[in-house]
């Protein structure tokens, strides 16, 4: 079983501020997913990382995956209030099955 | 529209009445999977398939079925559902041909078992 582990699992920050969710993965996941979940919504495909070194860009959020230590992270810069919102990694193993992590639930404060 | 859709979108049943959430995709995607989602524990993925006639259990089939006639369909079956089993449940597709496996999901069925 691949198991995806996140933190912080809250997060308050002010606007303007950076900071990095991680995301640690168990076994061997050579994709690892983003996506975000505002309240009452489905879930919305941000990052998909398909490669060791991987790196990707939108606005003010960047993700990149590290394999070899089974880590991918999702950095925030100059946090703005309409990022508020839960973000969740996920892993699939090589029966394509998919494990999420428990989420990030992410406050900008003003 | 490129969408994944759910009905019902709310639901609220007694114990042991069969029901059917019904999930369609119109982007030929071959992965259809179902989630639950719990406060604290994320998704867990509760039944995938890579195509037709080709179903998987996920990490938390039991009391759930599915089947899959169609590409384009892939409903899940609670024939006797629990209280345990109240949740908010969503359907995904992906299409497989790309390796990256990107999933699309669908707006989410909120289940109530009293």
């Known amino acids: 079983e691949l198991k995806v582990e996140q933190n912080p699992l809250f997060l308050s920050m002010q606007e303007g501020k950076n900071y990095t969710i991680y995301c640690n993965y168990s076994t061997t996941s050579d994709r690892l997913y983003w996506y975000r979940q505002d309240p009452g919504k489905s879930l919305e495909s941000l990052f998909v990382?398909?490669?060791?070194?991987a790196v990707k860009q939108e606005g003010r959020l960047m993700a990149s995956l590290d394999t070899k230590a089974r880590l991918s992270t999702l950095h925030i810069t100059a946090a703005v209030h309409d990022l508020s919102a839960t973000y969740f990694c996920?892993?699939?193993?090589?029966?394509?099955?998919?494990?999420f992590g428990t989420g990030t639930s992410l406050t900008v404060i003003p | 529209e490129a969408q994944v859709t759910q009905n019902p979108r709310y639901l609220i049943t007694v114990t042991g009445k069969k029901l059917t959430v019904t999930c369609s995709q119109n982007m030929n995607h071959e992965y259809m999977s179902w989630y639950r989602q719990d406060p604290g524990l994320g998704l867990r993925q509760i039944y995938y398939s890579m195509n037709v006639e080709v179903t998987d259990k996920g990490d938390v089939p039991e009391g759930y079925k599915v089947s899959r006639k169609e590409k384009r369909n892939f409903p899940l079956i609670l024939e006797s559902p629990s209280p345990n089993q109240t949740s908010l449940y969503f359907c995904?597709?992906?299409?497989?041909?790309?390796?990256?496996?990107?999933?699309?999901f669908g707006p989410g069925t909120r289940l109530t078992v009293t």
């Open positions: 995904a597709s992906s299409s497989t041909g790309s390796y990256s496996y990107e999933q699309y």
């Open positions: 990382l398909l490669s060791n070194g």
């Open positions: 996920a892993g699939i193993n090589t029966g394509n099955q998919f494990y």
